[in-house]
C-alpha cells in the first residue's frame, strides 16, 4: 500500500494518515542518512540511536524494519534527516510557522500517525525524493505440525516464535487441525518452542528464513510422566540437612520441590526451596536447620506433572541433646600456658562465653571474650604472661567458664 504526502493531512485507508513537508530547506541529494523514531512499542524514540537508521535500498528509496509489539491505536513516527553530516534540524517536531498539522522539513521532519493493524514485522518506506511513505510486510513463512498423544492439539497448548536479534516474535493458540503457521517475516534465524499442560516443552532451533519460501517444521509434545525416585536418604550434617536421591525419567531434566515439617504430615509441611530442583538423574539438597535437635520430616515433589511423584517422609531424627561443660586444662601443672577445653551445650548454642582467670583470694587475674560459639567443643589457650601482661607466682588458679547462663569452674596449678 503506497500514498505520496501532500500538503496537509490526508488518510490513506485504515491503514496510516501521512503529513507533507516542504523541501525547502534541503535537496534530496543532500541527505546522506534518514532514521525512523516514534512511539510505536517496537521503535525506539532515543534520539541519535543507531539502531534507527534506515537503509539505503537505491532510487532514493529507504527502509527499516521493524518488530511492532503492540498495534492497533494510532501512533505516531517520524523521519528525522541528516545532511552534511550533522543532524538538522536541531529541533523537529511540528511547525507553528505554516500552522499546526503542517510539518516543516527545514524545521522538522515530517511527522505520521500510522495504525497498525497486526504484531510483527514490517517494513516501513520512504522516498526522499517524491515524498512517498508506504508501508509493507516481509514474505518469509515458517509453517508447521504439532504432533501428540491426543488425535488432536492438547488443550492449552501454545507454539511460540522466537527470533535470534529480537527474541520473543509472536505466540499462537489457534491450529488449524494440528497445523500452524508464521507469516510475514523477514530473513532471519529463528526458534519455535511448543508447550501444554501435562506436556515436556520441545524445541527446534536454527530454522532459517529466505524470502518468498515457508520453511517447514515438525514438534512433537511429549506427556510428562511421573519420575520414578529409586533412592532417597537424608542426614544430619553441620548445622542443617543433606537430602540426597536418584530419580529416573526417561532422561529428561525433571524438577522437584524440597518439603518440610516437625511431623509426618504433608499438609502441615512448608517449602522449603527458593527455586526449583533441577536435574537428570542425581540430585542433592542441603535444608539449613535452626535447632538441631528438631526432628524433621521432609517430602520431595515432583514439578509440572499431571500426577507428580511424591517421596517421603524422610526422617531426619534431631541430634541428642549435649550439656554445657568444661574439662580439666592439660597440661596441669604448667608452665607457661594450658589449653581448656570447654563444651557449649544444645540449649546454649549461640550464646556468648566469657572465661574469668582468678587466684585463691578471689582477685581476677585476666578476663576475655569469647563471642557466640555454636553447640559443640571448644578450646582456649591461657598464657598468664602474655594476657594479663605480667608475670604470675607459681600457685593454685581458678578459671570461670560462663556460657549464656551457664557457670562453669575448673582449679590450675601454674609451677614454675
Partial sequence: ?????????????????SAAWSAAGADAQDIISIQLVGNFAGITCEP??????MDPIGGNVWRKLKLINEPGDPDTIHFKFTANGSYMPEHWGWSFVEGWGIADFSWNPPMIVSV????GYWYFYLNDSTSEYWLDRPDAVIEGILESDQPDVPAGAIVSLYSTIDGHVISCSEFDGKAFDFPNLPVGEFAVQASAPGYINTEITGIMTSSGNAEQVSLELIPVTAVQVTTADCERVGG????????????ETVGFDIYRSDSPDLTSAIRRNEDPVYGITSFNWFDECEDPQVDRYYWLVELD?????????????????????????????????????FTVGSAESGSRVTIIFFDV???????????????????????PALSSG??????????????????LTRKMILLR
Avoid: E
Fill in 1 to 17: 500500500m503506497r500514498a505520496t504526502l501532500l500538503t496537509g493531512v490526508l488518510l490513506v485507508g485504515a491503514l496510516f494518515l
Fill in 305 to 341: 506433572a499431571v500426577d507428580p511423584t511424591i517421596t517421603g517422609p524422610l526422617f531426619a531424627p534431631g541430634l541428642p541433646g549435649i550439656p554445657s561443660s568444661i574439662g580439666q586444662n592439660y597440661p596441669n601443672p604448667f608452665n607457661p600456658a594450658t589449653t581448656i577445653p
Fill in 116 to 119: 497498525m493493524p497486526d504484531s
Fill in 48 to 53: 541519535d540511536d543507531t539502531a534507527n537508521n
Fill in 361 to 383: 583470694s578471689g582477685r581476677t587475674i585476666a578476663r576475655h571474650d569469647l563471642g557466640s560459639r555454636s553447640a559443640g567443643d571448644h578450646s582456649y589457650v591461657w598464657n
Fill in 390 to 407: 605480667r608475670s604470675i607466682p607459681s600457685g593454685v588458679y581458678y578459671c570461670r567458664l560462663q556460657i549464656g547462663k551457664q557457670v
Fill in 240 to 251: 542443617g540437612v543433606v537430602l540426597s536421591w536418584i530419580a529416573y525419567c526417561c532422561g
